[in-house]
């Protein structure tokens, strides 16, 4: 029995085994009921010598119920419970601490991976829709200067169904707000860590939020945000599910840009450019570009003409250019000696795109109260901004 357990767990998700040299492996020896797609749980159920119906009713507690109490699936044999409590688990984020503001509209929940490293999720409400900002990773490894996920290095890659779970916990507290702002839901990837560093697992936690037998939800309401990792980019041009793209740049040129995002020296502006525009040709989907803005650093009129003016270059002869920037004024991080531009700037920024023919809009912040706002999550229990 306890071979074909093993040899199951492998069948699920071997990458939750193989951890990579950043982490230890959870501890919870039970496997994850949201690591596995409805064809894996089928083949368990099989293995188990069930009907292999049984895989899409608990598919159905798991993603349309939002169920994950084993118990309380009493449309299954008692026989059957008792072996999954016994064998597997169905809520491996536990949630710490819940901090909320603007009325309980935007909450930000500290979570507990089965190894005990903490991660942060955010869910913002919104009068016609709900708005989860997820982490792809237990911190980051990228450190970006100006980020409080990367000030403390990365801890590990989150598995798909932890990256699964924490749209499962938005889910639940929407419905429990309203039940017709739940089928609105967007999932952006822009909690703690980098997406492309963390691609397999990410990418599958994606199919499986997409998965119109489970969960779900429609390509177009998720969105990921990449440093500029170009190799993922060029990946997800090749994907089939549509998901959108944002870009952070944060900067119009390499000598900046060095100083910000250390990634760049790997991947140099004109390469992540060169394959945002081949992403917005191959796949005819408009891009976000995300710039951060910091007082006195990247914030000057003249840096955003240089910008517009390198943006503009790329523009293919006779097609409209498909970017469109998302300015960020800087959210505070402890510690920090930079600070966030003052109203007018960031006006005077967007102002200059716009008069470049550049489509630009400001980033309009929630949660920064809590933490919550992005670039604030740091997902350390003890410290002031968790
Ligand atoms: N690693 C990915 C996604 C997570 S960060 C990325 O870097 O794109 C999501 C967005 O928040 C990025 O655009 C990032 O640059 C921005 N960000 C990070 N720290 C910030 C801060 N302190 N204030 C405002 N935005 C920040
Ligand atoms: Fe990592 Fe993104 Fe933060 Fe940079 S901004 S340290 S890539 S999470």
């Known amino acids: 029995m306890a071979g074909e357990q093993r040899l199951f767990i492998q069948s699920i998700n071997p990458s939750t085994h193989t951890m990579e040299k950043v982490s230890p492996v959870p501890t919870d020896a039970r496997w994850s009921l949201y690591e596995a797609t409805l064809p894996e749980l089928e083949a368990a159920m099989q293995q188990w010598g069930e009907p292999s119906f049984r895989a899409r009713q608990l598919y159905r507690h798991l993603y349309s119920r939002l169920t994950s109490d084993i118990q309380a699936m009493t449309d299954l044999p008692g026989s059957l419970r008792a072996r999954l409590l016994e064998e597997t688990q169905a809520g491996g984020l536990r949630v710490v601490r819940e901090r909320r503001t603007d009325d309980g509209q935007t909450r930000k929940a500290l979570m507990a991976l089965p190894d005990g490293v903490m991660i942060e999720t955010v869910l913002m409400v919104y ?58 839901l967007n999932v952006v990837f822009m909690g703690m860590g980098e997406p492309f560093a963390n691609y397999e697992r990410w990418w599958d936690a994606v199919k499986r939020l997409h998965d119109p037998q489970g969960f779900n939800l429609s ?168």
């Open 127 to 184: 009068p016609e829709r709900a708005t989860v900002c997820v982490s792809t990773q237990a911190g980051c490894g990228i450190g970006c200067v100006f980020c409080a996920t990367g000030q403390a290095g990365l801890r590990r890659n989150l598995s798909s169904g932890e990256i699964v779970e924490q749209v499962v916990w938005a889910a639940r507290q929407v419905r429990a707000i309203s039940l017709e702002r739940s089928s609105h």
């Open 219 to 386: 390509a177009r309401k998720m969105t990921v945000s990449t440093v500029g990792l170009v190799p993922g980019i060029r990946r997800l041009s090749q994907e089939s599910l549509p998901i959108n793209l944002a870009i952070s740049l944060h900067a119009p040129d390499d000598a900046l840009r060095d100083t910000l995002i250390p990634i760049n020296r790997r991947y140099p502006l004109a390469a992540v450019l060169e394959a945002a525009r081949d992403y917005t040709e191959r796949t005819g989907r408009r891009v976000s570009l995300e710039y951060v803005l910091l007082q006195g650093r990247n914030d000057h009129p003249d840096q955003a003409r240089a910008l517009a003016q390198r943006l503009r270059s790329l523009a293919v002869a006779g097609h409209a250019l498909l970017f469109h920037v998302n300015l960020i004024p800087w959210n505070p991080v402890p510690g920090s000696a930079l600070s966030r531009p003052e109203r007018q700037r960031v006006l005077r920024f967007q102002q200059v795109l716009q008069e470049h023919q550049i489509a630009c809009t400001v980033r309009v912040e929630r949660g920064g109260e809590i933490a919550a706002a992005c670039g604030q999550l740091a997902g350390v229990p003890g410290n002031k901004s968790a």
